[in-house]
């Protein structure tokens, strides 16, 4: 055999043999870097600690251990806003519902919960009844900054749906708290109600089913108790009926709710 192809043989053995040990070396890496950094992390190098679970980030950046740990370090030091940003940098790394995606999401939803909402933003000629659940958030909070019966925009508690049922617009921004008091992503909704004016009899009377009158106001709704309608004097019972003939009343004003 000539020595040029000696030499090729030799090269080639040495190309392989590298390659070999170039792979062997990157597939300990991550498990090395992790090692590393779970020992910064025991001795209190939480600055070494972050800076080798970066690394095997970079090494592996399919794999939630590492992103799971940083996570961890940032909302143990109050660093919230950290700790939802490497989970979902984690996440666009992650699509699909792989194992290691999976852990990624559970972890999300529990540091950043999220609203789902029974209604989409959009217009409506009926009512909108807005219903709000949350998975492993503790509480739902929304703040209505726009309503056509509402100036008060402070934030409120979540506790029953709400009903929109006035002609016009209503924004609102909803949220849910996670376990530690952090508001989670809040979701935004915009709704304008335009309800069918003869459908729903505004301002206007109807004759019910049960072959009494009624009146509904500018919401559609049954109008109770004293009303003023084009100069006179009406009683409408709770359920709304006018009322006809005489009646006591242990009352000496009237309203025009």
Excluded at 1 to 28: C, E, N, W
Excluded at 177 to 189: D, I, V
Excluded at 214 to 241: K, M, S, T
Aim: one cysteine or more.
């Amino acid at each position: 055999m000539k020595k040029q192809q000696i030499a090729g043989v030799v090269f080639a053995a040495v190309l392989v043999l590298g390659g070999a040990a170039f792979a062997g070396y990157q597939s300990t890496r991550y498990p090395r870097t992790i090692q590393a950094a779970n020992q910064a992390v025991q001795a209190g190098q939480e600055a070494e600690a972050v800076s080798l679970y970066e690394k095997a980030v970079n090494v592996s950046p399919r794999k939630a251990e590492a992103y799971l740990a940083l996570a961890d370090i940032y909302e143990k030091n109050s660093q919230h806003a950290d700790a939802v940003s490497v989970l979902k940098k984690a996440a666009e790394a992650m699509p699909g519902k792989s194992g290691e995606a999976a852990k990624i999401q559970e972890k999300l939803e529990e540091l950043n919960p999220t609203v789902t909402a029974s209604q989409e933003s959009g217009t409506y000629q009926d009512p909108v009844e807005l219903k709000l659940e949350s998975k492993s958030g503790k509480e739902i909070r929304y703040e209505l900054s726009e309503a056509p019966d509402s100036t008060d925009s402070a934030p409120q508690s979540y506790t029953e749906p709400r009903t929109f049922r006035r002609n016009g617009i209503y924004r609102i921004k909803c949220y849910a708290m996670n376990q530690s008091g952090e508001a989670g992503e809040p979701t935004e909704l915009n709704f304008t109600i335009q309800l069918d004016p003869e459908k729903y009899h505004m301002n206007n009377w109807y004759q019910g089913k049960d072959g009494g009158w009624y009146y509904n106001n500018d919401a559609g709704e049954p109008v109770i108790c004293w009303r003023l309608i084009d100069n006179n004097w009406y009683y409408f019972a709770d359920n709304g009926r006018m009322k006809t003939g005489w009646m006591a009343s242990i009352t000496t004003s009237m309203t025009t709710a």
